[in-house]
């Protein structure tokens, strides 16, 4: 059985993030993140995949905001045959009135130099609401280099990302993960299951913490991202390149020949946070539903 209905986007990554979509703005996990499932297999073939997103806590490039921010995001994702892709997302955090909180708009193009050595380069431009309440409020655009090898055993990738608006910062993601999938089938013989395991290193600077900060100064007590009595900021040197996040996952996936649902869980632990932001480590929960529409 192969991947051959599942399509792939790299945005956190995440994040991201999505986080987040900018959110580890992964639906990869954004980092950057943008991405449908926690899947690095890609086919040649034009579609169209929607999909919508449930995550436990925004994080960006291994860094969350003072407070949880439980999130819903949408997103739609178009690609050609040629190899070239457009992408946009809408996120809201749950729990306030704000309808939309940050939606992004981006496109790239996915490469293949030989049969293990693939790869994609994107532009992200994010945009935010005037409460700017996720941490990544800082940057407007992200420029996103990802280069993925196939050693057979697992897969490795190298994702370089430079973001710049407010407050500009670069980034280093170094990821290795094995992917396989059940050689039978849960209700019929067009399903299966399929997973991703995986572990990863954020390494980058963190100026957005201090624009972040900055801008939030009249949420000391709630943020405690200011050092009290001084009411400045924190006195770190965030321009400095430095480790940021190491991180382990585990998804989950369950795929039919149109449409995926994945559960991921991912147990964060941030090092180098120089007290801006009081970040500890914290286990992350997704839930991810796509479908693929094939022309």
């Given at each position: 059985?192969?991947?051959?209905?599942?399509?792939?986007?790299?945005?956190?990554?995440?994040?991201?993030?999505?986080?987040?979509?900018?959110?580890?703005?992964?639906?990869?996990?954004?980092?950057?993140?943008?991405?449908?499932?926690?899947?690095?297999?890609?086919?040649?073939?034009?579609?169209?995949?929607?999909g919508?997103?449930?995550?436990?806590?925004?994080?960006?490039?291994?860094?969350?905001?003072?407070?949880?921010?439980?999130?819903?995001?949408?997103?739609?994702?178009?690609?050609?045959?040629?190899?070239?892709?457009?992408?946009?997302?809408?996120?809201?955090?749950?729990?306030?009135?704000?309808?939309v909180?940050?939606?992004?708009?981006?496109?790239?193009?996915?490469?293949?130099?030989?049969?293990?050595?693939?790869?994609?380069?994107?532009?992200?431009?994010?945009?935010?609401?005037?409460?700017?309440?996720?941490?990544?409020?800082?940057?407007?655009?992200?420029?996103n280099?990802?280069?993925?090898?196939?050693?057979?055993?697992?897969?490795?990738?190298?994702?370089?990302?430079?973001?710049?608006?407010?407050?500009?910062?670069?980034?280093v993601?170094?990821?290795?993960?094995k992917?396989?999938?059940?050689?039978?089938?849960?209700?019929?013989?067009?399903?299966?299951?399929?997973?991703?395991?995986?572990?990863?290193?954020?390494?980058?600077?963190?100026?957005?913490?201090q624009?972040?900060?900055?801008?939030?100064?009249?949420?000391?007590?709630?943020?405690?991202?200011?050092?009290?009595?001084?009411?400045?900021?924190?006195?770190?040197?965030?321009?400095?390149?430095?480790?940021?996040?190491?991180?382990?996952?585990?998804?989950?996936?369950?795929?039919?020949?149109?449409?995926t649902?994945?559960?991921s869980?991912?147990?964060?632990?941030?090092?180098?946070?120089?007290?801006?932001?009081?970040?500890?480590?914290?286990?992350?929960?997704?839930?991810t539903?796509?479908?693929?529409?094939?022309?």
């Amino acid at each position: 059985m192969t991947m051959k209905y599942l399509h792939v986007l790299i945005f956190a990554v995440i994040f991201v993030p999505v986080k987040l979509m900018a959110i580890n703005r992964n639906i990869i996990s954004l980092p950057v993140y943008h991405a449908l499932a926690d899947t690095d297999s890609a086919v040649r073939k034009k579609s169209i995949a929607v999909g919508i997103n449930y995550g436990s806590d925004a994080m960006f490039f291994g860094r969350t905001g003072p407070i949880k921010y439980p999130y819903m995001s949408t997103n739609v994702i178009y690609n050609t045959k040629q190899g070239f892709f457009a992408y946009g997302s809408a996120l809201r955090l749950l729990g306030y009135r704000t309808l939309v909180d940050e939606i992004d708009v981006g496109g790239g193009y996915y490469y293949h130099f030989t049969p293990k050595l693939s790869g994609t380069i994107s532009y992200t431009h994010f945009i935010f609401n005037k409460e700017e309440r996720v941490i990544e409020s800082a940057s407007a655009h992200d420029i996103n280099f990802k280069n993925t090898y196939n050693w057979g055993l697992f897969k490795s990738s190298a994702t370089l990302d430079y973001l710049f608006g407010k407050a500009s910062d670069f980034f280093v993601t170094i990821n290795a993960a094995k992917y396989f999938e059940t050689d039978w089938n849960v209700f019929d013989d067009k399903d299966y299951l399929s997973f991703n395991p995986g572990v990863s290193l954020i390494v980058g600077t963190q100026n957005f913490v201090q624009r972040y900060s900055v801008e939030h100064e009249d949420r000391i007590a709630l943020n405690n991202i200011i050092i009290h009595g001084t009411g400045q900021p924190n006195p770190y040197n965030n321009g400095r390149f430095n480790a940021l996040n190491y991180s382990f996952k585990i998804p989950v996936a369950y795929n039919r020949p149109h449409y995926t649902f994945e559960f991921s869980y991912k147990y964060s632990i941030p090092v180098n946070v120089e007290g801006a932001l009081m970040n500890k480590r914290e286990s992350f929960f997704n839930l991810t539903f796509y479908y693929v529409f094939f022309k």
